[in-house]
């Protein structure tokens, strides 16, 4: 991937129309994702190993805080749904993610077999690029709209620290966990919820979220193994679904941390509200809380 970034100075980078105007490039037209409304800080235009050319802006916004739901929300994501809210909505792994996933180690295995730095291995190497720059697309715009979705839904959200690391040792587990990419779906949930002043509040690996009973809090060791989907609380009877009562469990931690975290100091350690992870790449936003980047 080939880079340069422009820093904008006497309108030299300007959207006019369905045009661009980028210096050394001058006036091009483009597929714009969206308006481009605010101050322009920077251009970077990249090309990809497919040969396309993507420009992104960075852009300075004021961002008017979201109103407040007064709701609380737990999120516990997983390998069989991508994420279980609190409050009984799914959201499935795509379908398309493995559909792509197939054809992608399909058309991987014809590169490997092409003679290297023959004239057709390198057709067949932007062929992958382009299946791997399609996956990474639509996976991108799912996990927009999700974290969106819950950013606005919601005032605190609690979300488990993942532990992918040891997840992915587990080949098996691996394929779905890369589809997903839960820790692109925290980074998004983590600055949108600084821009629209909402708390996101990671809670420890060690909380036993899939153990406590959300009902009574009874702790169940039994049902620590991954394969236990439904268990019966021995103290309270409650009928529970592994991954609900995990998010019912983590939303019951967020708002007692985010109460407690206005008192202590080493409690607020583990609220996220602000503080945007730098260097994430072009299609996240820069460190500064009002500056929002914008692919187009
Ligand atoms: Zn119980």
Redesign the pocket.
Known sequence: MQSYTTKFTNNNIEVIGNKIKIPKLGLVKFAKSREVKSRIINATIRKSSTGKYFVSLLVEEELNPLSKTGSACGIDVGIKDFAVLSNGKNYENPKFFNKFQEKLAKEQRKLFRKEKFSKNWYKQKVKVAKIYERITNTRDDYLHKLSTEIVKSHDIIGMEDLQVVNMVKNKRLSKSISDASWSKFKTMLTYKASWYEKNLVIISKKFPSSQL?S??G?KNKKVKVLSVRKWT?P??S?IHSRDLNASKNIKHEAIKITTAGTAGIAQLKTIHKSGVPGNLGSLEPSSSRNQKKNDI
């Open positions: 009973c009902n009574c009874y609380c103290k309270c409650t």
